[in-house]
Each structure stands twice: as C-alpha cells, then as structure tokens.
C-alpha cells in the first residue's frame, strides 16, 4: 500500500519522494527493500520513520542521503529541488548515525571542521564560528578535547555540532539516541529539540523508540516489510515547546497506542 502523506507539491517541499523503488543487489539475489513509497517533507517540520527491523528504514534515508548507488533507486527523489547527492554535497543536507563516527585521533574542533575542509569553496558559508556551534549544542569549551574524553551523549552532541555546521535545511538523523541510556536519551529529547529551534531545518528521523517518535514528530511515518512500504502516517500536533512532562500525558499514550497497533497490524 502507497500512503501520501501530504497532497502539496508546491515546490516549497524541503524532500520530495515519488514513488520511490530501493533495490539492493541484483539478479536473483536481488532484494526489494523499498517499493511505491511518496514522502513529502515541509519546512521545519520533524518527521519519524518508525517499523519493524528489517523495513527498509535506513535504506530510505540512505537514498535520501544520496548514499545509495544511483543503479539501486527509482522514482523520484528530491530535496530542495536538487538530487540528494547535489544536496549533501553543497551542505543543503547532512546526516546524523547511530554511532557518531568520530575520528580519535582528531579533537572535537578537529572532528567538527572536517566536512567544512572538504566543502571549502562550495556555495555555502557557515555563519557560526566552530567555538558558537559548540555553545549550541550545550559543549561550550570542548573544542580541545579528544572523542574518548566524552561521554556517548556528548559525542552524539559532537555529531549533531558537525551535522549542523553547514546550517542544513534537512538533516536525517539514523537512530540517533540508540545507542545512549534511557535518561541520556530523555535529556537528548529536550535537546533536539531546544537545539532545532535554533535552526532552519526540517528533521527525519528514523528511530525503533515510539515515545520517541511521538516525543519529536510533528508527523510519523509507519512502514510495512517486504517490501518496505508506508502503512500509515499518524499526525502529531501537541504544541511546542515540548517538555518530557508530556510523555506522562494520556493524549501522548493514545498517539504511542495508535502507532503500536499500527505496527502490529504492519507486522
Ligand atoms: N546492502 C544490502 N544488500 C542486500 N540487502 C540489503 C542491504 N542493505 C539492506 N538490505 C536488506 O534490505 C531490507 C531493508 O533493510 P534496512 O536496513 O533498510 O531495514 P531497517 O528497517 O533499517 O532495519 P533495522 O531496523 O533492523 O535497522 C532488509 O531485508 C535487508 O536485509
């Protein structure tokens, strides 16, 4: 089943997917990992992509991420007009994994400035200093300090410090607090947030948490498996600022319900 999740194609979409087709290898080993999905995603708006293991969910926003081989994708993929790959390269786009990837050898300015070096010269600037950026992410300070001088939450804090340096007008995050204890995580809830309205950007995330997906989404997206396709999609619209007060609420474990069942029933 192909759900729409917006019936807007003003041009004003930050990603557009149209029927978007993902498969990984080829011949009989060929495998559908993703069939007949259309996507849209708005200005500032935060969307989750919740599903089963094994759904396609890291697929999808790896060929939003032009990270796919070009073989592999059909359909139409868009952001902000251009192609993914366009996208990344000229810093409209950037990506935040589960493991935050840093290099060891290099501190946290070093890591930080590594994606500047290689888009030197590109269209555009960052307006924030390294040493700005860090304020931002709460890691006022820690320019000289090396990855295994951090906790998994700072270095995540890093990684989304780096993310952002280019002032993305998407950024995909892939499990992005996975990794991270239950009350790092929590924190990192709050954080996100506070951190993405300091910004311009529209978030897609794709988590295994529900509470997280209501916590963060204005809309959720749930995909089904084999193929992997959109199954339903589950407006959001509790009011922000959002504090983690709101996870106690019954409205929020009514939306964590909805999503559940539709999980179950996606199963
Ligand atoms: N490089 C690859 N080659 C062949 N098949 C792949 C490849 N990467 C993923 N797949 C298959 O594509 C499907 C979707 O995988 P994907 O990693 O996107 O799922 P997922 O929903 O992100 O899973 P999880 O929640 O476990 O991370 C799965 O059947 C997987 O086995």
């Known amino acids: 089943m192909t759900a729409e999740t917006s019936t807007s194609t003003a041009p004003a979409d930050r990603v557009d997917l149209r029927d978007v087709c993902i498969v990984h290898g080829r011949g009989s080993s060929a495998v559908v990992a993703v069939e007949g999905v259309d996507l849209t995603v708005r200005p500032r708006e935060i969307v989750s992509i919740v599903g089963h293991s094994g759904c396609g969910k890291s697929t999808l926003l790896r060929a939003l991420a032009g990270l796919l081989p070009h073989a592999s994708v059909q359909g139409n993929l868009s952001i902000l007009g251009r192609s993914p790959e366009q996208a990344r390269k000229s810093g409209l786009l950037s990506?935040?994994?589960?493991?935050?990837?840093?290099?060891?050898?290099?501190?946290v300015e070093g890591n930080i400035r590594l994606p500047l070096q290689v888009a030197r010269g590109r269209e555009r600037k960052p307006s924030k200093t390294i040493s700005e950026q860090l304020e931002v992410v709460g890691l006022g300070g820690y320019e000289k300090r090396y990855p295994k001088q951090l906790s998994g939450g700072q270095r995540q804090r890093v990684s989304l410090a780096r993310a952002l340096m280019m002032e993305p007008q998407v950024l995909l995050m892939d499990e992005p607090f996975g990794a991270l204890d239950e009350i790092t995580r929590d924190e990192m809830h709050t954080e996100l947030l506070r951190i993405w309205g300091t910004t311009d950007a529209s978030v897609v995330v794709v988590t295994h948490s529900i509470p997280e997906a209501v916590f963060l989404s204005d809309r959720i997206v749930v995909m089904a498996a084999h193929p992997g396709r959109i199954a339903d999609v589950v407006e959001v619209d509790f009011p922000r600022p959002r504090?983690?007060?709101?996870k106690d609420t019954p409205e929020f474990a009514r939306i964590a319900h909805r999503i559940r069942t539709a999980l179950e029933e996606n199963r």
């Open 95 to 107: 990506m935040v994994f589960q493991d935050p990837v840093l290099a060891p050898w290099r501190t």
């Open 243 to 246: 504090g983690n007060d709101l």
